[in-house]
């Protein structure tokens, strides 16, 4: 079965430092990757995502991520986290063609102090 | 502004009961989701809907039922025979076709006691 995996937890950084986030998925096949935030208190909403072209994509809010093949990974990154990017994030993985399932990792909770 | 929307944000229930939540959307979209998320669990899928009429089973379905009679609407019930009901329930749709995200509600937090 299909299976997403996010190996940190738990991350605490101090503002300015760089963020990288590990996103690991199971699927063979042609996939659909997401990156999605839950800040305190508000909506899941959709960071980025990549569905296919140049495997570097860019989000909102200074994100980005790498669409590596070869292993499987499509890690989240961020030169400098401030504050306001205290959230939780989670990465998604949907199979590009035959289903409309979206499977979520277990989410990794970053704190960011000021 | 289109948008997905839940109703209530807080529904609190004694066992034995069943509650059904709502879920509302007006982005036109044909496919409709239900999640449960559990602190460590990330989401996991309940059911989910492709059209009208029509829905399937997610990976922990045991204990909730659909319907989903409008293309706008998608309320879930969770019946007693659900034995871990507490939890924060979201509502998520998307478009058809793989270029698509899907768009969440605000979510229900249901206690039951």
């Known amino acids: 079965a299909q299976s997403v995996s996010q190996h940190n937890h738990h991350v605490i950084l101090s503002e300015a430092a760089s963020l990288e986030l590990g996103c690991n998925y199971s699927y063979g096949g042609t996939v659909n990757l997401f990156w999605y935030v839950q800040y305190p208190g508000q909506h899941l909403q959709l960071l980025l995502k990549?569905?296919?072209?140049?495997?570097l994509v860019k989000g909102i809010k200074g994100f980005e991520a790498e669409f590596i093949k070869s292993k499987f990974s499509f890690n989240l990154r961020k030169p400098s986290v401030q504050w306001s990017d205290t959230a939780e994030y989670f990465c998604?993985?949907?199979?590009?063609?035959?289903?409309?399932?979206?499977?979520f990792g277990t989410g990794t909770r970053l704190k960011v102090l000021a | 502004d289109g948008g997905i929307t839940q109703s209530p944000k807080y529904l609190f229930r004694k066992e034995g009961q069943n509650v059904t939540l709502s879920c509302e959307q007006n982005l036109n979209h044909d496919a409709m989701y239900w999640y449960r998320q559990d602190p460590g669990q990330g989401l996991r899928l309940i059911y989910y809907s492709q059209i009208v009429n029509d829905f399937q089973k997610g990976d922990i379905a045991e204990g909730y039922s659909v319907s989903r009679e409008k293309k706008e609407s998608f309320p879930l019930t969770v019946t007693s025979a659900q034995k871990n009901p507490t939890a924060f329930y979201l509502c998520?749709?998307?478009?058809?076709?793989?270029?698509?995200?899907?768009?969440f509600g605000p979510g229900t937090r249901l206690t039951v006691t």
């Open positions: 998520a749709s998307s478009g058809q076709g793989s270029f698509y995200e899907q768009y």
């Open positions: 998604a993985v949907k199979r590009s063609s035959g289903t409309y399932k979206y499977i």
């Open positions: 990549y569905f296919s072209g140049d495997p």
